[in-house]
């Protein structure tokens, strides 16, 4: 199995909203990763944890922050966010951060921003 | 010059025919190779992961990499109206954390 889901499908949220994404994963996988994709645009990294550490940060403003309770979660709390933060977020996850491990990505959250 | 380049298309062929998706890189550092599948509004599904120079095959799906030529390809045989979809190559150099290394996708469509 190679299911990593995530939670809502889709979120519309106004700019003063504070909002949370969920990411979930029973493969025992160590590494968990948050993409951001824009339409027709190939995904962009936002954050990456290992071992429940966050590991990358790639830059991203502080409205969204990352969170990984345990091994099999991972959250995107959303804050005071702008309407180009809309986009198709996905959760990816791999057993481990070593360049050999393939990424198994989520289905993504559909997020609006009004 | 960017890292990856990927034609984006559209792509459009008639069902059954053979289809080639390729993407060309710079970087030498680059030992892992993986193609992914995207229907519309879906995450990204992982369709072919490659390591070395060759060709792997999976059903339909050959992978093929040339590290010399730093050129990567997939080829679909008897393609099919589901196979109709963005394919994106996403590359990793041996020392990475984590960064893919996406190409912007081609979009294919396969006719009934």
């Known amino acids: 199995d190679t299911e990593v889901t995530q939670t809502p499908k889709h979120l519309v949220m106004g700019m003063t909203n504070k909002k949370s994404l969920k990411c979930e994963q029973h493969m025992g996988h160590r590494a968990m990763y948050w993409y951001k994709q824009k339409a027709k645009k190939p995904p962009e990294l936002m954050f990456v944890?290992?071992?429940?550490?966050?590991?990358i940060n790639e830059s991203v403003p502080s409205r969204f922050s990352p969170e990984c309770p345990n091994s099999s979660l991972l959250n995107l709390h959303l804050h005071a966010l702008q309407p180009e933060d809309s986009a198709l977020y996905l959760c990816a996850s791999s057993p481990g951060l070593a360049a050999a491990y393939e990424q198994y990505f989520g289905p993504g959250t559909r997020l609006t921003v009004t | 010059q960017k890292e990856v380049e990927q034609d984006p298309g559209p792509l459009s062929v008639p069902e059954g025919a053979i289809v080639s998706l390729n993407c060309t890189y710079s970087?030498?550092?680059?030992?892992?190779f993986m193609w992914y599948r995207q229907y519309s509004r879906k995450g990204p599904e992982l369709l072919m992961y490659?390591?070395?120079?060759g060709n792997k095959e999976d059903g339909r799906f050959t992978a093929q990499v040339d590290k010399s030529s730093k050129y990567i390809s997939l080829f679909i045989r008897d393609s099919q109206p589901s196979d109709s979809a963005t394919y994106l190559c996403a590359l990793r150099d041996g020392g990475s954390q984590g960064n893919l290394i996406f190409g912007k996708g081609t979009k294919l469509s396969v006719k009934p």
């Open positions: 490659t390591y070395s120079s």
């Open positions: 970087n030498s550092a680059f030992q892992y």
């Open positions: 944890y290992s071992y429940e550490k966050l590991s």
